[in-house]
Nanobody
Framework: QVQLVESGGGLVQPGGSLRLSCAAS????????MSWYRQAPGKDRELVAS????????NYADSVKGRFTISRDNAKNTVYLQMNSLKPEDTAVYYC????????????WGQGTQVTVSS
């Protein structure tokens, strides 16, 4: 069955770094745009970053540009989010999403991983 398993979240001080990973299984990873979303308490879920299936074209929310980097390893069926210069406002549950590059309704979500930025 389809699985997206996030890892790498935790507690970090402002200015610190974390690397999130999302391991995928049960579908053809290389045919899916992979994205990271986040949801803070009381707020809507928002797109953080995405990377396309074939060409690896990336897109970032303005709030994370220059600080976060999304990457993927199609051989390992894994997508990463390197987060640097973390701020308290980055605190949220981070979710991995897979969206088929041709079929809009063909998408999957992970269970989420908590990231807390606090001193």
């Amino acid at each position: 069955q389809v699985q997206l398993v996030e890892s790498g979240g935790g507690l970090v001080q402002p200015g610190g770094s974390l690397r999130l990973s999302c391991a995928a299984s049960g579908f053809t990873f290389s045919s899916y745009t992979m994205s990271w979303y986040r949801q803070a308490p009381g707020k809507d879920r928002e797109l953080v970053a995405s990377i396309t299936a074939a060409r690896g074209i990336t897109n970032y929310a303005d709030s994370v540009k220059g600080r976060f980097t999304i990457s993927r390893d199609n051989a390992k069926n894994t997508v990463y989010l390197q987060m640097n210069s973390l701020k308290p406002e980055d605190t949220a549950v981070y979710y991995c999403n897979a969206q088929h590059f041709l079929v809009p309704g063909d998408d999957y979500w992970g269970q989420g991983t908590q990231v807390t930025v606090s001193s």
